[in-house]
């Protein structure tokens, strides 16, 4: 859980309605009580332009920009690992 002292690192998670990997990242993201802003590429094009400036030029998603980061389908772990690196709590499991 994020303490309100701690800084905001904004996480942005671009997705599609019927991907599974989507599914099961924003889910875990939910019960890891992380806030998030979620983007459906397939609605907002210009969500589908950052997706495709990131990646190289395809959609893959889920794609999530951690703070200044950006992952490529990263498991759940991986998001929250860059999320305690940036706010520089990488040592403390269990809260982000």
Known sequence: MVSPSEPKTQVTVYW???CPY???LRLGLRLARVRTV???IWEQPDG??????AT????TVP???????????PPT????????????????RGEV
């Open 56 to 59: 190289g030029g395809d959609e």
């Open 22 to 24: 989507c599914m099961r």
């Open 77 to 92: 772990r991986r998001v929250l690992a860059e999320l305690r690196r940036q706010r520089g709590t990488a040592g403390h």
């Open 63 to 73: 794609t999530v920009r951690v703070g200044t980061s950006v992952l490529v389908n």
């Open 48 to 53: 589908a332009a950052a997706v495709r400036a």
């Open 38 to 40: 979620e983007v459906n």
């Open 16 to 18: 599609r309605p019927g």
